[in-house]
């Protein structure tokens, strides 16, 4: 974008350039998008920022009137979102990938802070929840074999699969299916 291009956009309140830059007012101190409708400030006494937060950190308040706090990115929030797709794909395609999240480009530890900030727990204990919800719903519904249970909750041995899910209820998955099974009988 040459500067011209991005003062005809202020001048025109072109609301294409919304979210791509955000121009400030000096006198003011008030930041806003490019499609603001408020009066057009003077040329010299506006500065551009490539984002909201940019623009905040330089001491801009946002605007009232356009709102520019609402296109304010917030990169760790995407993060964790995209984290949170991954695993529920994982979880579709019967993988247990926990620690395939690699091409996000973080550590395994920075990714876990962020996911954990976002949600209230680790990535993992999201992953186990996820199958947990699996294995109880295909015990409880279906007639698959618990060993094919264990594959679909993405779980590479029956007795991986037993340990597992002994320990977040406190029943092995048999013991599970048959109370479950009894209580619909009743
Ligand atoms: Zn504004």
Not at 132 to 138: F, G, S
Request: with cysteine; hydrophobic share 30%.
């Amino acid at each position: 974008m040459t500067k011209q291009e991005i003062w005809k956009a202020v001048q025109n309140s072109d609301a294409n350039y919304d979210g791509i830059f955000f121009y400030a007012v000096k006198t003011t101190r008030i930041f806003c998008r490019p499609s603001c409708k408020s009066k057009l400030p003077k040329k010299e006494n506006i500065c551009y920022f490539a984002s909201a937060r940019q623009a905040r950190d330089a001491g801009f308040r946002p605007c009232k009137r356009c709102r520019s706090d609402l296109l304010e990115y917030d990169p760790m929030h995407e993060i964790a979102i995209e984290i949170k797709q991954k695993l529920k794909n994982a979880i579709e395609n019967e993988q247990n990938q926990v620690m395939q999240l690699d091409d996000i480009g973080l550590t395994p530890r920075r990714l876990t802070d962020i996911f954990k900030q976002e949600y209230g727990m680790t990535p993992k204990e999201y992953m186990d929840t996820l199958r947990l919800r699996n294995a109880r719903y295909m015990l409880e519904k279906t007639d698959k074999k618990i060993i094919d249970v264990a594959y679909a909750s993405a779980f590479t041995s029956l007795s991986a699969f037993n340990r597992f899910f002994k320990k977040h209820t406190g029943q092995t998955p048999s013991a599970y299916r048959r109370i479950c099974k009894q209580s619909k009988e009743e």
